[in-house]
């Protein structure tokens, strides 16, 4: 099946600083990724859809302006999470749509800022 | 908000199977029935989709009623390693959101 990377896996940070997370898919082009943000015993909630040249769509509620995407190549999109805080940290995880039927997820980032 | 109702929470016995119910009883004639999981501290795998035929992989099966109202996603041998967080969700074709309910947790005991 298709594979989605992310990097790093976890990552930890101070407050204030920024911190980039990457989504690749590494068989497959992905004209769309998304990024979904996962609290402990939580459920994802989506937080921006990433197209392939163009800005992202972020959900109600998502700072555009903290939470960066940029989805520069078919096979790539980042997340930088601006001016980081402790309620920042959280699991970040990616997924990249495969076909219209499909998404793949990647393994997902733990972001923790101190 | 997630269009879907799912217990929070079954056991299994390994070796047998495993039945998770979802209820989507406003489900639209063009929305599709996924099904994710979710094992511990990793990313959500895809298992299976349908629209409203019954659909078997190498997984699971997806059984969807005639009414389109509900499904059950079945596990025909469970396995220890398919503990996990189970998300029944619905999509129409032509979107492309996956919005997770809170799903059930699937313990499988030995």
């Known amino acids: 099946g298709a594979v989605v990377s992310q990097h790093p896996s976890w990552v930890i940070c101070k407050s204030g600083t920024s911190v980039k997370i990457e989504c690749r898919s590494l068989d497959f082009q992905a004209t769309t990724m998304f990024w979904y943000r996962q609290f402990p015993k939580q459920s994802l909630m989506l937080m921006a859809t990433s197209n392939e040249g163009s800005k992202a769509t972020y959900e109600q509620g998502v700072e555009k302006d903290k939470f960066l995407i940029n989805h520069a190549s078919l096979t790539l999109s980042t997340l930088t999470v601006t001016s980081a805080h402790p309620e920042d940290s959280s699991f970040y995880i990616c997924?990249?749509?495969?076909?219209?039927?499909?998404?793949?997820f990647g393994p997902g980032t733990r972001l923790t800022v101190t | 908000d997630a269009k879907t109702t799912q217990p929070p929470s079954m056991d299994c016995a390994e070796g047998r199977a495993a039945n998770l119910p979802c209820n989507h009883s406003t489900i639209s004639g063009n929305e599709y029935v996924y099904w994710y999981r979710q094992i511990h501290s990793q990313g959500p795998q895809y298992i299976i989709h349908g629209l409203k035929n019954n659909e078997t992989n190498e997984m699971a099966s997806l059984i969807i009623t005639e009414d389109r109202k509900s499904s059950t996603l079945i596990l025909p041998h469970a396995t220890l390693r398919d503990t996990a967080v189970y998300y029944c969700i619905v999509r129409s074709g032509g979107s492309e959101k996956l919005v997770f309910g809170k799903g059930t947790k699937l313990t499988v005991n030995p």
């Open positions: 997924s990249a749509r495969g076909s219209i039927y499909e998404q793949y």
